[in-house]
């Protein structure tokens, strides 16, 4: 029996983290007569960048019963398949990272498998020619799964790049319809229950008071309420991802929006370039202790390939989390819970996690101890295996220059050993629980970053490798048929979607 139901939740920050939070609330505590209050300050802003996502972010909208194509066009969103990898392994070395399965197993023995017995003996084509999302991006293509059977067509999986306050300002129409009060405001005092420290309310600026039952912190980088008021900690992880600040500036299209992300390696960290409908986002990430912000802002701006519009925005961060998510009765989302760099486009996902995680373990006003806890246990998880996905791109390089050779002198995690180590002896790649990545992802950015194995997993010799040979040809042959036949990116957007 629920004798103690939450009545009131209090959300403070209104940047992607809080939208997103207050629109998934609404919808999933319909009908239970909660009052969600979402509390922000125009003053201070939300961060403003967060434009490239994965896969996951369409179920996100589906669950909510958004229609994409309306989102899409509102958020001039284009569609996306992958990362493209330049100069990242080596200078002129280029590879993909396709979202979504690539071929098909033969029988128990699965494609990445086989595949790599074949690659190995010089007898496979490069990865990304068996993916059709790899292959669709290199030539500018896509479409949306069909329903048929044996197609690589059906499994056509993607994301969206799209304009992040946008996609703020439509969840936040979509919350008020529903019920969720926004205030705005400056919060100036945290206050907090004497007997036992949780949160009891917030005091603005303006003199008003809000109280509530369950505090979501959505503040940003600052953790207004997890760590100034909470003193919950925080995990510093500089040591194992270096870069530590961003230029951000927009810049005119200088040709069709292509359907992936672009990064690029740089002397002291890396590029983006993330097209939306109206407009091209670019970033530099980098490492301070490696160049000067204006060195940075000159390798941004002369690597641009369209006119820039407005000055490079000045981000600082320092990658690591929080020690908890969720303490007493507040859990941090987004950038107030932690900070992994955005070079898989992980935050806006690890965002949808924590409030996928928050419904799953939703509490009452008793706050049980053994639900923060397993929520905990997830978010310490997760965090890490991004971590080490993350790390996996800046050990494993042949680029010259301090920074690259300092990257590759980085130590691993225990885990992120055990998935190469395992990979290097017989390409065994084995995905844990939850974690987020599936084992193409990791085949494909351990093979583009130059991780070949010894040997193939001996199980692969019970197929006759002239039957190997031809499947891999078929699947090629299949993938390359299809992606003749999909319409082009932009001519699909402007058909569909187009802002
Ligand atoms: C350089 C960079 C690139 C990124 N790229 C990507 C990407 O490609 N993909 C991706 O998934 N993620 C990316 N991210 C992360 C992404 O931007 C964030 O996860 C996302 O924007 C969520 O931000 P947020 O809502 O947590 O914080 P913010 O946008 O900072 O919002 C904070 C909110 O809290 C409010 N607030 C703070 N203090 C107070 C106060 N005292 N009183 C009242 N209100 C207050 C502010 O007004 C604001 O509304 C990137 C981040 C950086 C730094």
Known sequence: MIDKPIRSVVIVGGGTAGWMAAASLAKFLENMNVRIQLVESEQIGTVGVGEATIPPIMDFIRVLG????????????????????????????????????TGAGMGSISFPAYWLKMFLSGDAARLEEYSIQAMAAERNKFMRPVHAPNTPLNKITYALHFDASLFARYLRRYSEARGVMRTEGMIKHVSLRPEDGFIESLFLENGETIEGDLFIDCSGFR???????????????????????????????????????????????????????????????????????????????????????????????????????????????????????????????????????????????????????????????EFGRVRDFLLMHYTHTERQGAFWEHCRKIPLTDSLKEKIDLFRSHGRILREDTELFPIQSWLFVMIGQGIIPRGYDPLVDSLDPAKIKANLDAIRTTVKQCVDAMPGHKEFIEKNCAA
Not at 329 to 344: I, M, T, Y
């Open 223 to 381: 953790g207004l309420l997890i760590e100034q008021a909470l003193k919950t900690g925080y995990e510093d992880w500089t040591h194992w991802l270096p870069c530590d600040r961003a230029l951000v500036v927009q810049s005119e299209h200088a040709g069709p929006p292509p359907p992936y992300t672009l990064v690029t390696a740089r002397e002291a960290g890396w590029q983006w370039r993330i097209p939306l409908q109206h407009r091209v986002g670019n970033g530099h990430v980098y490492c301070s202790g490696f160049t000067s912000d204006d060195k940075a802002a000159d390798v941004l701006l002369s690597n641009l390939e369209g006119a820039p519009i407005g000055d490079p925005m000045p981000l600082r961060f320092t990658t690591g989390r929080r020690k908890k998510g969720w303490n007493k009765n507040c859990v941090a989302l987004g950038l107030a819970s932690g900070f992994l760099e955005p070079l898989e486009s992980t935050s806006i996902h690890l965002v949808h996690r924590g409030i996928a995680m928050l419904l799953k373990f939703f509490p009452d006003r008793n706050f049980e101890q053994a639900d923060i806890d397993r929520y905990n246990r997830i978010f310490e998880f």
């Open 66 to 101: 958004i229609d994409e194509n309306e989102i899409v066009r509102q958020i001039k969103a284009t569609f996306k398949l992958g990362i493209a990898y330049r100069d990242w392994t080596r200078p002129g070395d280029f590879y993909f990272h396709p979202f979504g399965p």
